[in-house]
């Protein structure tokens, strides 16, 4: 099995607009199928970076001179290129998906389909895991964390299961977990725990806040008419990518200046996201909820 197939391949890569001897950043290495496309693209004197916080990522390192792998979170993207002396770059893409190998990784917790740990740390370095939140955060932050970034219908009733659960034993196991909020599960079991699993998974890694770190380094880094490509998979991340090209901000309210002229770092090359093709869900049904959008910096 792959350790991760690529959505939306040519289109995100397409995207960027490669200029052959251009610096380029692929965000979310992972299996490396984007930076090897991006690298056919590339002359012998162009360069690509590619960030990946899993230490499993490592593993899939490309040998060429061209590319460099940064053993980090891309939110700390702007510190990894000043330390390769680089300042701005042609263009960047971020595949914001977990990868297929996480979740087929039994051990790494993030799927529901599998007993393990309750881990679902993207960098094995963290301090923080499932079990820690699911045994510590309160009824009130079990609820925000289940009902904003799960959607999860009836987050009120299945954080008090778990508070309620956890008085007479932590949580540990996959398995244990679910045994204990099976009687609160509604409607598709599978859709309802993929809910669940996503909250937690999203909480653990800080997801949308390293976004939000992520987008805004982006407009300091790209050169004029870089491009930025980005590919996300549910609407928290989506309305955060649309609001920030759309708007230079995460309200997504227009910033006028004292003259008022209303700030637009980046111009928007596609109007509308871009999604998988039916031929491509088939193939990898992971991407059926993808979407894509470019923008250019102003």
Do not use: G, K, V
């Given at each position: 099995m792959s350790y991760h197939n690529p959505v939306l391949l040519h289109e995100s890569v397409a995207a960027l607009n490669i200029e052959k001897d251009g610096v380029y950043v692929d965000a979310t290495f992972g299996g490396g199928g984007h930076s090897k496309y991006i690298l056919e693209q590339l002359g012998p004197n162009g360069k690509l970076f590619s960030f990946d916080q899993d230490a499993d990522a490592a593993a899939n390192s490309l040998n060429d001179p061209r590319f460099n792998f940064v053993p980090a979170n891309f939110r700390y993207l702007k510190r990894f290129l000043r330390l390769n002396g680089v300042k701005q770059v042609n263009g960047i893409l971020a595949d914001l998906g977990v990868s297929s190998h996480q979740f087929n990784e039994a051990d790494r917790g993030f799927s529901y389909r599998?007993?393990?740990?309750?881990?679902?740390?993207?960098?094995?370095?963290?301090?923080?895991?499932?079990?820690?939140?699911?045994?510590q955060y309160n009824e009130n932050e079990l609820i925000k964390i289940l009902s904003e970034y799960g959607e999860v219908r009836n987050s009120k009733t299945l954080a008090k299961a778990i508070v309620d659960a956890r008085r007479n034993k932590k949580f540990r196991t996959i398995q244990q977990f679910l045994s204990a909020i099976e009687h609160v599960v509604r409607g598709n079991k599978a859709r309802y725990l993929a809910q669940v699993f996503q909250a937690l998974r999203i909480e653990v890694n800080e997801e949308m806040e390293v976004l939000k770190e992520f987008l805004e380094q982006c407009m300091e880094v790209l050169q004029p008419n870089g491009r930025l490509s980005v590919i996300s998979y549910h609407s928290l991340e989506d309305r955060l990518v649309k609001n920030f090209i759309k708007k230079g901000n995460f309200k997504g309210e227009f910033i006028k200046d004292d003259y008022g002229n209303i700030f637009r770092p980046f111009k928007l090359i596609v109007k509308k996201a871009i999604e998988p093709p039916a031929e491509e869900i088939k193939r990898n049904p992971r991407a059926r909820s993808a979407k894509l959008r470019i923008a250019e910096k102003i």
């Open positions: 599998f007993d393990a740990d309750l881990d679902m740390r993207m960098d094995q370095q963290a301090d923080t895991t499932a079990a820690d939140i699911l045994n």
